[in-house]
């Protein structure tokens, strides 16, 4: 199975300032179709998750383009450009490639 | 729009089944496989499996064959997960997503304890 590996685990941030977390896989994520299906999930305290971008850089509809998506292979990157209050809680890389789909361990952005 | 609504929180014993059902509304209910996903409290996101709405194919986790079966209503637009043999380690929120993985359940809460 495929093991996608997240850095950092725990993201303080200030607000009004740029994150960064990187997603690493095991293997990589280039479909025999051609497209990688490397997605980004947050997820607030009690709530569902959301994706946010899908194969790598695609923004979702109503994500704010603050959030961006890039990488290949096996390494992979959500930056947000300028982080807001609403934008704590779990941020999860999620790739489909491969079976099973496999998670980060996940990555916990707080507000310093 | 798109509403995936799960049942409710279930309290289980070791050695017992749960089920779980997921209404799918808002979109075509053939057109997506069903997802099923847990998170242990406190803990990260894991995949159980799929099925196809249409041919009622099933594809699961090899951690998890042989005790999950996945099933599917489309008179009515639901999927169900049902888990046997429970363990204290089932304690898990277990959702259901739909579409490429943009439509999320609220998520069941399922408490294994004797």
């Known amino acids: 199975d495929v093991v996608m590996t997240q850095s950092p685990l725990s993201l303080p941030v200030t607000l009004g300032q740029p994150a960064s977390i990187s997603c690493r896989s095991s293997q990589s994520l280039v479909h025999s179709d051609g497209n990688t299906y490397l997605n980004w999930f947050h997820q607030r305290p009690g709530q569902s998750p959301r994706r946010l971008i899908y194969k790598v850089s695609n923004r979702d509809s109503g994500v704010p383009d603050r959030f961006s998506g890039s990488g290949s292979g096996t390494d992979f990157t959500l930056k947000i450009s300028r982080v807001e209050a609403g934008d704590v809680g779990v941020y999860y890389c999620?790739?489909?490639?491969?079976?099973?789909?496999?998670f980060g361990q996940g990555t916990r952005l707080e507000i310093k | 729009q798109v509403q995936l609504v799960q049942s409710g929180a279930e309290v289980k014993k070791p050695g017992a089944s749960v089920k779980v059902s997921c209404k799918a509304s808002?979109?075509?209910?053939?057109?997506?496989?069903m997802h099923w996903v847990r998170q242990a409290p406190g803990q990260g996101l894991e995949w159980m499996g799929w099925i196809n709405p249409n041919s009622g194919d099933t594809n699961s986790a090899q951690k998890f064959q042989g005790r999950v079966t996945m099933t599917r209503d489309t008179s009515i637009s639901t999927a169900y997960m049902e888990l046997s043999r429970l363990r204290s380690d089932d304690t898990a929120v277990y959702f259901c997503?739909?579409?490429?993985?943009?439509?999320w359940g609220q998520g069941t809460l399922v408490t294994v304890s004797s």
């Open positions: 808002g979109y075509t209910f053939n057109d997506y496989f």
């Open positions: 997503l739909s579409g490429s993985y943009n439509y």
């Open positions: 999620m790739e489909a490639t491969h079976w099973p789909p496999a």
